[in-house]
């Protein structure tokens, strides 16, 4: 019954290499994030998307690109993986238009790129 | 400009006691919303409490409670009776204007419970 779930916990790759990372919500959400957050535990918005819109904070490079299939999942796809996208990537989701509603995380992603 | 200031890298507390964490904000709009997370040493993001700009009083949840002092633009969140489950970061966390739906974070405070 995980609210925000995503996988893989770990992801361990190469530089140069091609990945991604899933994210699911079964909170009935209609807005998802993707969070950066670094070695120094700085928490970053890459990504918000919900049915109407895409923002995408302009400092992300283009190798990363979100994609939706459906109202319930936000996925992370990263190309050309670098050494400086190592880091722990949290998805999460919120009611859109509802200035109270928190953000419910996912148990984050640690990407290592060796 | 920073959104959020946190400018407590780390705290320190005896258990069973009340401690304050600092978090100032700056922002523009009447209307924004103010959240705490709790991030402990296992990683996942808890959410803790909300406070809305046009809420007229502190917000509590349990042991946690906000002192909200919109003139200054600070959200100080106090942990009352401090256990040691309570180590962990603390994150502040605010949304700007109705409709937005990023929140924006501060650099958060490492809260150690000795005990």
């Known amino acids: 019954d995980t609210a925000v779930s995503q996988t893989p916990k770990y992801l361990v790759t190469q530089m140069g290499n091609d990945k991604s990372i899933k994210c699911e919500q079964n909170?009935?959400?209609?807005?998802m994030y993707w969070y950066k957050q670094d070695s120094k535990k700085f928490l970053k918005i890459m990504f918000s998307?919900?049915?109407?819109?895409?923002?995408i904070n302009e400092t992300v490079p283009n190798r990363f690109s979100p994609k939706s299939p459906d109202k319930a999942h936000l996925n992370l796809h990263i190309n050309s993986l670098e050494l400086g996208d190592s880091a722990v990537y949290f998805c999460a989701s919120s009611q859109g238009g509802d200035n109270q509603s928190p953000l419910h995380f996912g148990n984050g992603t640690r990407l290592t790129v060796t | 400009a920073q959104k959020i200031t946190q400018t407590q890298p780390g705290m320190f507390v005896q258990e069973k006691e009340a401690v304050t964490l600092d978090c100032t904000y700056d922002t523009s709009d009447p209307s924004y919303g103010l959240f705490w997370y709790k991030q402990p040493s296992s990683g996942e993001m808890i959410f803790l409490i909300y406070?809305?700009?046009?809420?007229?009083q502190n917000a509590t949840e349990g042991r946690y409670s906000l002192n909200f002092q919109k003139a200054r633009k600070s959200a100080n969140l106090v942990i009352s009776a401090s256990q040691l489950g309570d180590s962990a970061m603390y994150f502040c966390a605010m949304r700007e204007e109705p409709g937005a739906n990023n929140l924006f974070f501060g650099t958060g405070t490492r809260l150690t419970v000795i005990p």
């Open positions: 909170l009935g959400h209609d807005t």
């Open positions: 406070q809305g700009s046009y809420d007229q």
């Open positions: 998307y919900n049915n109407k819109e895409l923002i």
